[in-house]
Structures are given as C-alpha cells and as structure tokens.
C-alpha cells in the first residue's frame, strides 16, 4: 500500500478502491485505506488515530519546534522506526510545506543518544557532490582500509533535506545525487 500508492495524488480514490477489492482481511469503511494499519494481534485494520498518543501541554521548547501528535505524524513515526529497525533508507516525498522536516527533525529528538547519532545536511544549488562527501565522511570514522562507520559501535541515521536543489549540470546530472546512488 505504501509502496505504490503513498506517492499518489489524483489517483489516491481509484487506488483505494483496488487496494479494497485485493485485500482479504477486509479495511474498515470510511476514509482511505492510507487511514488504517493492519495489527498481527488482531488480524484485523486498526484505524491510526488509536495510536496518536495524547498532546501534553507543558512544552519548554520554542514554539516553532512544537509538534501535536496526529494520526499523520504517528503513521510517520511508525515508517522511520520501521526501516531505521531493519537498516533501511526511507525517502519522504511531498510539496512544500508539508512538515516532511519537522517530522524528522522530532524523530531526531526520540532517538536514544547513547545508541543512535544522527546528522542533517540541507542542499542547496551549490551543494556538489564534493561537499556532500565532507559532511559524509565528517560523520563518520575510519575504520580499516576504506571502511567508515559512526564512532563508538552507534548507528548514524543521516537526514538529507531538499534534495531537488543541487544545480543541474552541462550533462543533465546532479552530482551529489550521482554521489548518493
């Protein structure tokens, strides 16, 4: 489901309806299919919003950086914990202003400092793919030869924040996203 039809925007309802007749356990009615999870415990959909935990007011932090846990951040948190637990990438995709950094950047924030580093770099149209390699290798540590890994045996989880920015070439390519392949 999230695989084909989370990139979707003017055929998210047809999708809906296909993801709706394949399904054996059947997808409560009511919103989209995107709406519902399936839980093994139950064998049945579970709707997000019995996940969202509840918004606790005693915030300390700049306003700016105040997130209010909803069925679309929660469903957020679920992806990232799931591909971080199996050593995934995970790319989010979205317009302008959909809070795809605000997410990440509160993700950042559970993270277990001890156990997990995790780094950011913004792109620009400057950004190569020479500067991509610093911050990389700036992260990192050598380990033997040419293996590099996070310092103290931790796992790195890297944010790379609007990749579409890096000025295009004379042959069509950006070459820090050349780098990233």
């Not at 209010?68 to 992806?79: N, S």
């Not at 590099?148 to 890297?158: E, I, M, N, Q, T």
């Not at 790379?160 to 920015?165: G, K, Q, R």
């Amino acid at each position: 489901m999230w695989a084909f039809g989370a990139t979707l925007s003017e055929d998210r309802i047809a999708f809906n309806g296909q993801m709706r007749s394949m399904c054996k356990v059947k997808i409560p009615e009511g919103g989209m299919c995107f709406d519902y999870f399936f839980s093994p415990a139950a064998l049945e959909y579970c709707p997000w919003s019995d996940k969202v935990e509840p918004f606790e007011g005693d915030f300390d932090g700049l306003f700016q950086n105040l997130v209010v846990p909803t069925a679309e951040t929660t469903r957020q948190f679920y992806l990232l914990n799931v591909h971080k637990s199996i050593d995934k990438a995970i790319m989010f995709i979205g317009t302008a202003g959909t809070g795809k950094t605000t997410i990440i950047a509160d993700y950042f924030n559970t993270l277990d400092p001890d156990r997990c580093m995790n780094a950011t770099m913004n792109f620009n149209s400057y950004t190569d793919s020479k500067a991509l390699q610093t911050v990389l290798q700036g992260n990192v540590d050598k380990r033997s030869g040419k293996i590099l890994g996070p310092a103290g045996g931790r796992h790195l989880v890297f944010f790379m924040d609007d990749l579409n920015m890096p000025t295009v070439d004379t042959y069509g390519t950006q070459s820090p996203l050349c780098l990233i392949r």
